[in-house]
């Protein structure tokens, strides 16, 4: 009983015209919530491989620091 007023209240509201394509957009929608849900997806291609984080990035190069040169001191090399 309940479901016949909704539906009346539907079909006043939307119209004879829209109630269709309004119904057809609802099932397609549950369709995918459903498959997105079990995991049947069609449309996406399966990936085998397991979901694992990018690597890091390599750490940048340390300065190279001469004889006898302290943290943070700028060391000057005479080459012939």
């Known amino acids: 009983m309940e479901l016949a007023?909704?539906?009346?209240i539907a079909l006043?509201?939307?119209?004879?015209?829209?109630?269709?394509?309004?119904g057809r957009s609802l099932?397609?929608?549950?369709r995918e919530f459903?498959?997105?849900?079990?995991?049947?997806g069609h449309d996406e291609p399966a990936r085998q491989e397991a979901i694992e984080p990018p690597p890091a990035p390599p750490a940048p190069p340390k300065p190279p620091v001469g004889k006898g040169?302290?943290?943070g001191e700028t060391v000057a090399h005479d080459r012939p």
């Not at 006043?12 to 309004?22: A, I, M, N, T, W």
């Not at 099932?27 to 549950?30: A, D, F, M, Q, S």
């Open 69 to 71: 040169a302290e943290e």
């Open 27 to 30: 099932g397609k929608g549950i």
């Open 12 to 22: 006043v509201v939307f119209g004879p015209k829209r109630l269709p394509e309004l």
């Open 5 to 8: 007023i909704v539906l009346i």
């Open 34 to 40: 459903r498959g997105s849900v079990s995991g049947d």
